[in-house]
């Protein structure tokens, strides 16, 4: 790990008038100390943000507030998250470890680097590390790598389970830098790789995400978050389905659903949507419409699995969720 200085600002307006060009915000570290230690990130200032008053869990009649600096393990954990968002404790449960998820803040998951081994290791190219050096994962093996929303520069997969659960959920995220705010929705403020995978969102210099917003619907109580991964516990997703479903015994009325383990972002859905509201609510309806959740695919050598394996996840979560056999 290399040299760099250390401030503990009192105030979000201190914080951001103190970051400097070469500056990290540090709130778990849980990604942040684990990159410094690689070298992937070089800051020469870490700004803790721990004080600063971005705390609290509330519900109220306009949606769910949470502030950014909550730990993970709190927010899965409280009453009015299980009860009307079921979908987002289960995405952080499933989420890391839970020593990890009582250290991690949410705003910082949000904002979590990929786990792509050529990303972390320095020795390698990655223009996602180093613009313009090549993306070596493209023709090596990429098993666990994304099939939407790639480039000939970047193949990276988002690493969050929240950040599914969220998108779905149509979550906004509040921006502060001084006294300046402003609110951006979770599924624009990812950007894909394109020609420039090092911008991978839209954070301006300086500024924090100082809390999520939820907006309210009342039928996301019937919500769950499906994660299929090799292994139970402490493992990223191949595949993964946030799924909030407004339905009566046979016929769909409305539901909410991204994918998450397949996309350089997590990925909404707006082509299976239609394709399941107004049908009935049953196995066909459920593959006809998962066939449109890989619309775009660009499947690599090792991960075409990957293909009917989100279509697989998608069927799988409709049916837990609609209570098909």
Same mark, same amino acid.
């Given at each position: 790990?290399?040299?760099?200085?250390?401030?503990?600002?009192?105030?979000?307006?201190?914080?951001?008038?103190?970051?400097?060009?070469?500056?990290?915000?540090?709130?778990?570290?849980?990604?942040?100390?684990?990159?410094?230690?690689?070298?992937?990130?070089?800051?020469?200032?870490?700004?803790?943000?721990?004080?600063?008053?971005?705390?609290?869990?509330?519900?109220?009649?306009?949606?769910?507030?949470?502030?950014?600096?909550?730990?993970?393990?709190?927010?899965?954990?409280?009453?009015?998250?299980?009860?009307?968002?079921?979908?987002?404790?289960?995405?952080?449960?499933?989420?890391?470890?839970?020593?990890?998820?009582?250290?991690?803040?949410?705003?910082?998951?949000?904002?979590?680097?990929?786990?792509?081994?050529?990303?972390?290791?320095?020795?390698?190219?990655?223009?996602?590390?180093?613009?313009?050096?090549?993306?070596?994962?493209?023709?090596?093996?990429?098993?666990?790598?994304?099939?939407?929303?790639?480039?000939?520069?970047?193949?990276?997969?988002?690493?969050?389970?929240?950040?599914?659960?969220?998108?779905?959920?149509?979550?906004?995220?509040?921006?502060?830098?001084?006294?300046?705010?402003?609110?951006?929705?979770?599924?624009?403020?990812?950007?894909?790789?394109?020609?420039?995978?090092?911008?991978?969102?839209?954070?301006?210099?300086?500024?924090?995400?100082?809390?999520?917003?939820?907006?309210? &619907? !009342?039928?996301? =109580?019937?919500? @769950?978050?499906? $994660?299929?991964?090799?292994?139970?516990?402490? #493992?990223? %997703?191949?595949?993964?389905?946030?799924?909030?479903?407004?339905?009566?015994?046979?016929?769909?009325?409305?539901?909410?659903?991204?994918?998450?383990?397949?996309?350089?972002?997590?990925?909404? &859905? !707006?082509?299976? =949507?239609?394709? @399941?509201?107004? $049908?009935?609510?049953?196995?066909?309806?459920? #593959?006809? %419409?998962?066939?449109?959740?890989?619309?775009?695919?660009?499947?690599?050598?090792?991960?075409?699995?990957?293909?009917?394996?989100?279509?697989?996840?998608?069927?799988?979560?409709?049916?837990? &969720?609609?209570?098909?056999?």
């Amino acid at each position: 790990m290399r040299p760099f200085t250390y401030g503990s600002p009192s105030s979000i307006d201190q914080a951001t008038s103190d970051f400097g060009q070469n500056s990290s915000f540090l709130a778990g570290g849980t990604t942040l100390v684990d990159l410094m230690k690689l070298d992937v990130m070089i800051p020469a200032q870490v700004v803790d943000i721990n004080h600063l008053p971005m705390h609290g869990i509330k519900f109220t009649s306009d949606g769910l507030h949470i502030g950014a600096l909550e730990k993970m393990s709190d927010v899965a954990e409280h009453p009015d998250v299980m009860t009307n968002y079921p979908v987002i404790s289960q995405a952080l449960l499933k989420s890391a470890s839970a020593q990890i998820r009582n250290m991690a803040s949410m705003g910082g998951n949000l904002l979590q680097r990929t786990r792509c081994g050529f990303f972390r290791d320095v020795s390698t190219p990655c223009n996602k590390r180093q613009p313009g050096t090549g993306c070596p994962a493209i023709d090596s093996w990429n098993r666990g790598f994304a099939i939407l929303g790639t480039s000939s520069s970047c193949v990276a997969t988002h690493p969050s389970d929240l950040a599914v659960a969220l998108v779905a959920l149509d979550a906004s995220i509040r921006l502060q830098s001084g006294n300046n705010e402003r609110f951006v929705k979770l599924d624009d403020f990812y950007l894909l790789p394109g020609d420039s995978p090092e911008k991978e969102n839209q954070l301006r210099p300086g500024e924090l995400i100082t809390e999520i917003r939820v907006p309210l &619907l !009342p039928w996301a =109580r019937r919500s @769950l978050y499906l $994660k299929i991964r090799d292994r139970e516990s402490y #493992e990223f %997703a191949l595949s993964s389905v946030a799924l909030a479903l407004d339905a009566d015994a046979n016929t769909i009325r409305d539901a909410r659903l991204a994918v998450g383990g397949v996309g350089t972002k997590p990925w909404n &859905l !707006p082509n299976v =949507r239609p394709e @399941l509201i107004g $049908k009935p609510l049953n196995q066909r309806t459920f #593959e006809a %419409a998962a066939k449109f959740a890989t619309e775009g695919a660009r499947p690599l050598r090792h991960n075409v699995f990957k293909v009917e394996l989100v279509q697989r996840t998608l069927v799988r979560a409709l049916m837990d &969720l609609g209570g098909i056999a």
